[in-house]
Structures are given as structure tokens and as C-alpha cells.
């Protein structure tokens, strides 16, 4: 989505090497171009290198980039920064490997979602799961013009409980669980509506014989973009609802 | 056989929440099957044991696949004034939508409306919404909540020799299948009959049914298109020319040992048959290729008019046919010379 990104600050590889994108002023643009997104061959990482063999000397084809939003404090209880698709997932299963549980629980974080949940499949295969949870972020479209009912979840109503998506159904039981988990414990939960995009569950379902699978998702506003905002609120919940749910396991077992 | 077809097509099982079809169907296979089982996804799974063990070796595997999910929609958001907005579930289109009725696996019944539209083209399904009858919020949450899967309501018609409802996309296979097994005698393979969940999504049970069982053929029966209605694309299959021998689709092409032990079933049985290349789609018999290292798999198409409409028309005369080529198929690949393939 580099189109939206022109001016953001980046790093540059493994060593973090500072960069801007650029692109031409808009002094310079013609008018009908105004109005367009910039697309992504006509933006660059500009390093600060005086020529190519400067350039070459500090990075080299294949760096890969990130952007170099800082995570902070934002207005009244919420938090800005990039990746927190899926960051917050990954802080979650850190929360709930701290407890000591009656079964095995294995946390998986998995590489290459974003390129067609690729690492979760193989992941899915080796541990060869009885259940599996996966705990995403997802969009937060609760802004501008979209009418209400195309909203898929809403900023500071709680970690979202997703029923399905493009890539797989989720498990109605371990849907319930979850339900039933947030209801009982008072840690507020919304439904997500809308069933657009994929998870890794589209890959950790199908594996072998079929795995029962759902998925948690944090409501993450201007996802896949250079900066996402989220509710503190929320995310605590999020943390809260998936240690419940594995504190459920312990105490009535596997639903499925 | 029409009161079976009708109880089929008339059975809930929008992709993913199969459970009651799958109770309609289990009643209907339990005393032909000699073990029945519901894998992690809810496929329903039949093996038919073989009347005798293969002298020296193992049985190998025939699975034969139909689908039991159907297309539908699914609850999205409920307005404070009680209307549900949804999403499909499975290839709809929301012009086919209009003037139409959906079913929840309770009977709560909703029609469809749309917003105010400048031109029908703008017809989208997010400009469309359910009415359920409820007054406000509240009075339509106590009926259905987000999540919630609904099928399409089409009554089953019969016309003679063709029959006309809902679902027959794939309730017709399933139908095939169960009439199969109660004709067909393996004698010396098993076969696992598999009435698979979430077709509609992507061939997505048989994927892990297929895993499951670890077949060494593959069957699907699904429906194909039709070509003979008035101005209709060139599509060599009609209703009424005998079942459709799959050489071809999106998601196949069918191994030729299978199509061609099909083609001569069909010959020598006098059973009538139609060769199939479809353009667009897939069926089950794709998903079940792909397993493990792979698996030789054909499909078997019973052709079906207005596909994905609550009014899909079948010929009964193919649905004969249908069952006498993938009984003479199964006893075919059963048989100690293992159809040539086993």
C-alpha cells in the first residue's frame, strides 16, 4: 500500500539504515494527477546516497523495508503504531504462555501471512493440534462514510469474535466458547460482521484430517498502513479473553 | 425416488452449518453403511465394507463424494429499526435475491428488500437487507444473531419427468450416492461414501475428508450447467441427454483412466452419458486429486438448469442414468481387476 505512503520514514534492511519515500512535489504534479494515488513506481526510498555506488555501499537488492512509525500513546486510552497487525496477536500468546496449563499448549508464530498464509500451514502440520485459536487484528472501518452495517468492528467494544471469513468457517463451538467465556467473565466482545479477508485459519483448518479452528481478532483502525491506532481498552481485553479461554479448556475441556 | 429428492432439496445446510442435512442424510445411509463417521469438519463419512477380503493384500479405497452444503447467507448486522443486513455464502447473485425468501435452521423466514436504487444495476448486497418481521432490534435479536447461516426457500415442484427446487445443487448428488449404495456390491474394495460440508466455499471438506480416508480413486457427483435453453452459450450438456462424464472443468481435468472407465460403463450398461468440459467451476473430484501424492479422480455430473437459484431444474431420466453409471463404476473399481486403476 506504498501509495499511501509517500514521505513516511523507514529502515532499510537488517541494520535499520534510515530512508524516506519520495516522489515528486506536488509542485511539479500535473493537475490530473492530483487527484490520483501515487502508485508505487513512481515512489522511492531515498537513503540519503549521493549516487548509486554511495547507495549500493549501504544497501543492497532484496533489503527488505519497514516503516519506522514509533509505538505510542494516542489521545485518550489508545495506542498508535505499525505492525499491530499482527503484533497484538503475537503479545497475546506471550501473555498466555506464562500460565501453566493441563494441556499442551503450543504458540505458534507463524511467518508469511501477509503473502498467503503461508507459514501457518506447515506450522499447522508439524503440530498436528486438537484445537486451534488464531488471534489476529482486523479492520476497523468505523469512520467517514461507510454506513454502519459495513463497519467490521468497532474501536473500544472489545476484541472481536469472528464467525467466518473468506478463508475459512470458523467452529461454531469453539465460537461459542468463546462467547460464552467473554459473557461469563463480563470482558465486553463485539461479533465481527463482515466475512472479507483471510487468516491463517484458511490454512491451519483444512490441515490433514481437518482442524477445528476460530479466530479472536483486535479491531485495528487504517490497517496495512504505515500507522494503525487501537484501543488500550481493547487490547487488554483481547489478552484477557484468550487467557479465559484457555483457563475454559483446563476447567471443562475441549469443546469440540 | 422423488419423495427422497424433494426431502433432500427441502433439508437446511447452508456451507457451514450442515448439521441438520447431515442428521437427514445419516437417517437415510445408516443401514447401508457398515461404519459411520463425522470427521472435525462435519463431513459424513460411510465405508461400505467389501463382501470379501482381496485375496493376499488389503482392500484399497474408492471414495465417491457428493457435497451437502448449499448456498445461502449469512446474518452480518442487525439495524436498530430489526432489518439484517448479510453476506452470501457461496456464488449468489444478489439479482436472483429480489422477491426472494430465505429460511434460519429454526424457520424463522426473512424476504429480501433493497435500498433505493437509480438503476438495477446498482443492485449490490450492500444496498440489500432481510426483513425478518421484527419491529425493532431487540424483537429481531431474539430471532436471529450475527453468524447466523439461512438458505434459500424454493418449493420442490414435481413436473414429471424433471423436477424443479432448491438446492439440487448438490442434494441431487447426494441422492445419487445414496441410491449407490444401496444398489452397488464391492466385492472385494471398500468404498467410502462422503457427504461433504462447504463446497460452496471452496471444496473445502472433501480436502480433509480426502486426507482422512487416503483414497486410491475418486468419485465426485455434483451438477453441471446446462446448454439448452433458448439462447443460451454453446454448452454440450442438456437436461434429459443422459449423465455428463466430466473430461474437463476449473478444478480438474479428470484422470483418464477415470473418464474413461466411465465411458465404458456407460457403453456397456446402454446407460446414456454426455462427455463435460466445463469452463467455469469445480467440484469435489479437485480437491481429492490434489491429496497427499495424488489420487486418480473423475466426476460425474447430473445436469441442472438455473444453477444457484431456489428454482435449479433436474431430468429425473438423468438422474437414472446417473445412478446406474456410478453404480456400475464403483462395482467396476470393487471388482478383483480393480476397474483397471486399482
Redo the contacts between chains.
Sequence with gaps: MLFRSVSKLVYVGADRRPGVIGSKPIHLLKAEDMDRATDMDSLYVDIGARNKEDAEKLVKLGDQIVFATRCEPLGEGFLKGKAMDDRVGCYAIIEALKKQHDFDLVGAFTVQEEVGLRGAGVAAYRVKPDLALVLEGTTAHDLTET????YSTVPGRGPAIV??DAS??GD?RI?DRLIQTAEAAGVPYQ?K???TGGTDAGRI????????VAVMSMPCRYIHSPVSVICADDLNNYVKLAGLFLDSLDERGLP? | MKDLVKKLSQGFGPSGSEDQIRSIIRSEVEQYADEIRVDAMGNLICRVAPKAAASGSAPKRIMVDAHMDEIGIVVSYIDDKGFVRFSPVGGLSPHVLLGQKVVFADGTVGVFGTEKLDDIKDLKFDKMFIDIGARDRAEAQAKVGIGDAAAMVGSFADMGVRVSGKAMDDRIACLVLIEAMRRARPQVHEVYYVFAVQEELGLRGARTAAYGINPDVGIAVDVTLWGDTPEHAPFNVSLGGGAAIKAKDASLIAHPAVKNLMIDAAEKNGIPYQLEVLERGGTDAGAIALTREGVPSGTISVPCRYVHTPAEMVDMGDVDACVRLLTAVVEELASPGGGGIL
Design positions: 454506513p454502519e452495517h459495513g464467525y467466518r475459512w468457517v461454531r465460537v461479533i460482521r463482515t466475512v483448518g483444512p490441515t490433514e484430517s481437518g482442524v477445528p469440540v
